[in-house]
């Protein structure tokens, strides 16, 4: 066994532990509300916008680093990628805390649009848990130097990750309108 595969191993049991401990994370923390539990918080209700402007902006992080490295501008790809990471990892706390503090919001458009709604939100919520160990993987290749798996599963995280970003964005615009402050 080479060093990057040494390397890789280690990464290995971190994604496998993260890819299976942040949607339960998430799920548990989803089912809590603080105000439900007697806590005196403020629904945090500015936070949507916030989040999905934080989704669009990983879209255009991710489609600028596709281009970055096309154009063989490695350092930039990096950089775009290891920011696009973060923009999730944001994404998700302001996720969970938005939902801790504030009642769901019920879809309230009716016939066609809500089976649309519904669908893209469906799909937008089982892919952002499979993109989960996809970025992981694809990230631990590129820092252990295993461009050539990491080109191979970046072609399949690249898409997956631009439509959990892009459909979370739609998804907000599609149940804004159902918003209470």
Known sequence: MNNK???LKKYNKWIVFLSIVIPL???ALFGI???????NVQPLTMLPPIYATINGLTAVILIIAFFAIKNKNIVLHENLMTTAVGCSAVFLVLYVAYHM???STKFGGEGTIKYIYYFILITHILLSIVIIPFVLITFARAITG???LHKKIARITFPLWLYVAVSGVIVYLMISPYYVN
Not at 33 to 39: E, I, S
């Open 5 to 7: 595969e040494q390397e």
């Open 25 to 27: 994370i998430v799920a």
């Open 33 to 39: 509300n603080l105000r439900d539990l007697g806590f």
């Open 101 to 103: 503090t504030s009642d």
């Open 146 to 148: 295993n461009f050539l």
